[in-house]
């Protein structure tokens, strides 16, 4: 296969149409799959449209039993299909007993302390050991989960189920929680930090610090808006997960 080459026919007026240039013989990321989260139609998303991967929810707020059952789901979907799923798993929010104020107010029936707030700093250890047994009830019923976030989107308090850290926090955190999974769940790899998008703000703290660094196994973010090259730069051939 020779290499190719793009017109975009949609330039603005006055300016010169852009072409680019695709060789399929350089090959600069490995693409490892697509995923959803919680749950949909996965008869449809296997099979028709190649849903490889699957994001669960890990707190409560979110319901157990209601992640398990779409994690099946997408399991048997997958068997059928003759795929394997890949199963990763966040957090959106610490028990409310770990958490301090200011709470957001919530439309969350349960307790209005899963929205907003911050992990009090005394109870890291007990997240962790918190997180390893939830991660635990998902491998007990046969989900195993491949990789796990310890917090989605941590630099908002919102009015659903979200805990807010600053960086040092966020750091400070990861330090004390991403061993204690690793202990529980050999193998497992940590994602983080599951930004909106690239920040050098919250992934260069995580890269530049070595012990939180040495078990920091994917830089996650939910975006490209805003790229950061200094950030991937900092880690090159690291996984990234968006």
């Given at each position: 296969?020779?290499?190719?080459?793009?017109?975009?026919?949609?330039?603005?007026?006055?300016?010169?149409?852009?072409?680019?240039?695709?060789?399929?013989?350089?090959?600069?990321?490995?693409?490892?799959?697509?995923?959803?989260?919680?749950?949909?139609?996965?008869?449809?998303?296997?099979?028709?449209?190649?849903?490889?991967?699957?994001?669960?929810?890990?707190?409560?707020?979110?319901?157990?039993?209601?992640?398990?059952?779409?994690?099946?789901?997408?399991?048997?979907?997958?068997?059928?299909?003759?795929?394997?799923?890949?199963?990763?798993?966040?957090?959106?929010?610490?028990?409310?007993?770990?958490?301090?104020?200011?709470?957001?107010?919530?439309?969350?029936?349960?307790?209005?302390?899963?929205?907003?707030?911050?992990?009090?700093?005394?109870?890291?250890?007990?997240?962790?050991?918190?997180?390893?047994?939830?991660?635990?009830?998902?491998?007990?019923?046969?989900?195993?989960?491949?990789?796990?976030?310890?917090?989605?989107?941590?630099?908002?308090?919102?009015?659903?189920?979200?805990?807010?850290?600053?960086?040092?926090?966020?750091?400070?955190?990861?330090?004390?929680?991403?061993?204690?999974?690793?202990?529980?769940?050999?193998?497992?790899?940590?994602?983080?930090?599951?930004?909106?998008?690239?920040?050098?703000?919250?992934?260069?703290?995580?890269?530049?610090?070595?012990e939180a660094a040495k078990n920091l196994?994917?830089?996650?973010?939910?975006?490209?808006?805003?790229?950061?090259?200094?950030?991937?730069?900092?880690?090159?051939?690291?996984?990234?997960?968006?």
């Open positions: 296969m020779g290499i190719v080459a793009l017109t975009l026919l949609t330039a603005p007026a006055g300016h010169a149409q852009t072409v680019i240039t695709v060789d399929p013989l350089v090959r600069y990321q490995k693409y490892l799959g697509v995923g959803g989260t919680g749950q949909g139609d996965f008869k449809t998303l296997v099979p028709e449209m190649g849903m490889s991967d699957h994001r669960v929810c890990l707190d409560a707020e979110k319901g157990m039993d209601d992640s398990l059952r779409y994690a099946l789901e997408s399991k048997a979907a997958a068997k059928a299909a003759g795929q394997e799923m890949i199963y990763i798993a966040s957090n959106w929010s610490p028990p409310p007993e770990m958490k301090v104020g200011p709470f957001v107010k919530s439309y969350v029936p349960v307790d209005r302390r899963y929205a907003g707030g911050t992990l009090d700093p005394a109870k890291y250890a007990d997240f962790g050991n918190w997180l390893s047994g939830r991660i635990k009830l998902f491998e007990d019923a046969g989900i195993p989960i491949r990789a796990v976030c310890l917090q989605n989107e941590p630099w908002l308090a919102l009015f659903y189920a979200s805990c807010q850290y600053s960086p040092p926090q966020y750091v400070k955190m990861f330090k004390v929680v991403a061993p204690i999974i690793k202990r529980d769940h050999p193998g497992i790899l940590i994602m983080a930090p599951e930004m909106f998008c690239i920040s050098k703000d919250w992934e260069k703290p995580l890269l530049d610090d070595p196994d994917i830089l996650a973010f939910h975006g490209i808006f805003y790229p950061a090259p200094e950030v991937l730069d900092a880690s090159p051939g690291s996984p990234i997960a968006q």
